[in-house]
């Protein structure tokens, strides 16, 4: 079975600062790891996605996130954080292994909130 | 533009009638998904295509059906088994299985509620 966690329901950070979004997954075989923004009552954005090859990825409007596989984590990050970066965050897997694939797992959601 | 339209955008039913959620994408991808989101909880995979005139169960199929009759859509019914219906539904595309790290692409959503 695979699995992602994100750990925390809710993060606030001061705009300009930094700030990290936390996942860490769980599944057999090699995984596609992604990352999903959603504004209130709209549908989920892509963002960014770990395939293979480099473990820093860089994706859309800033973010970034570094593939740990001895963690088994995918944290989300962006160096200067803005309001308009405020919304409810999803982290996604997906592993291949045996020679089948299986559908995308979404974490729960962290909601960001970026302080003015 | 290319993309995924789901309509309608606010749907209210009554309990006991079955309500179809339509689905329409012109990015000519074969997969196609439909997830319900509640709060605190994610998105829960419903139904999943990938390729015409064949679907598959997702985790929470009971109460719902599909079809998959033209490769640009993917309707959505909502039956009166459903036990509780009220959430927001996501329908989402990608190239499928063909392109094992392709990102899916989201509509806005409908959300439902039973008065």
């Known amino acids: 079975a695979q699995s992602v966690a994100q750990p925390e329901d809710q993060v606030n950070v001061a705009e300009g600062n930094p700030l990290t979004v936390k996942c860490t997954y769980s599944?057999?075989?090699?995984?596609?790891l992604f990352w999903y923004v959603q504004y209130p009552n709209r549908g989920l954005q892509f963002l960014l996605k770990y395939i293979t090859g480099d473990n820093l990825v860089k994706g859309s409007y800033g973010f970034e996130a570094e593939f740990n596989k001895s963690q088994t984590s995918f944290h989300l990050k962006k160096p200067s954080a803005l309001v308009s970066d405020s919304a409810l965050y999803f982290c996604a897997v997906r592993s291949f292994s045996s020679g089948s694939a299986r559908q995308l797992t979404f974490g729960s959601g962290t909601q960001l909130t970026v302080l003015p | 533009d290319g993309g995924i339209t789901q309509s309608p955008k606010y749907l209210f039913r009554k309990e006991g009638q079955n309500v179809t959620l339509s689905c329409e994408q012109n990015?000519?991808?074969?997969?196609m998904y439909w997830y319900r989101q509640d709060p605190g909880q994610g998105l829960r995979l419903i139904y999943y295509s990938q390729i015409v005139n064949d679907f598959q169960k997702g985790d929470i199929a009971e109460g719902y059906s599909v079809s998959r009759e033209k490769k640009e859509s993917f309707p959505l019914t909502v039956t009166s088994a459903q036990k509780n219906p009220t959430a927001f539904y996501l329908c989402a595309s990608s190239e499928g299985h063909r392109v094992l790290g392709g990102e899916l692409f989201f509509g806005e959503g409908s959300r439902l509620t039973v008065l």
């Open positions: 599944v057999s075989g090699n995984p596609y």
């Open positions: 990015l000519n991808h074969d997969a």
